[in-house]
Nanobody, 121 residues
Framework: QVQLVESGGGLAQPGGSLRLSCTAS????????MGWYRQAPGKQRELVVV???????NYADSLKARFTISRDNAKNTVYLQMNSLKPEDTAVYYC???????????????WGQGTQVTVSS
């Protein structure tokens, strides 16, 4: 059974940092594009960043300067380092794993349960 388990969320002060982790099981992790999305109350889920299996990244433009994705294929884990946090970063953050064909068509798509990030003084 495929599982994506996020951790590292919590309460942070404005200007602070958090590092989220997402550990996957029962998938060939290195083949998957791994991404982070977030959903704030009353808003649609939005892309934060995706890292392809080859290591290319695609960030939301507004977050590129403050957020950094990385992955450790040996640990089946993807990370999201979030710096200079703002109250508007408050959201549930979701991990996503997508396996694609060579032409980019998705074959498998999995989501974690989400981890709450709250930025408040």
């Amino acid at each position: 059974q495929v599982q994506l388990v996020e951790s590292g969320g919590g309460l942070a002060q404005p200007g602070g940092s958090l590092r989220l982790s997402c550990t996957a099981s029962a998938i060939l992790f290195s083949l998957y594009d791994m991404g982070w999305y977030r959903q704030a109350p009353g808003k649609q889920r939005e892309l934060v960043v995706v890292m392809t299996s080859g290591g290319s990244t695609n960030y939301a433009d507004s977050l590129k300067a403050r957020f950094t994705i990385s992955r450790d294929n040996a640990k089946n884990t993807v990370y999201l380092q979030m710096n200079s946090l703002k109250p508007e970063d408050t959201a549930v953050y979701y991990c996503n794993a997508v396996l694609r064909t060579e032409l980019g068509r998705p074959l498998s798509d999995y989501w974690g349960q989400g981890t709450q990030v709250t930025v408040s003084s």
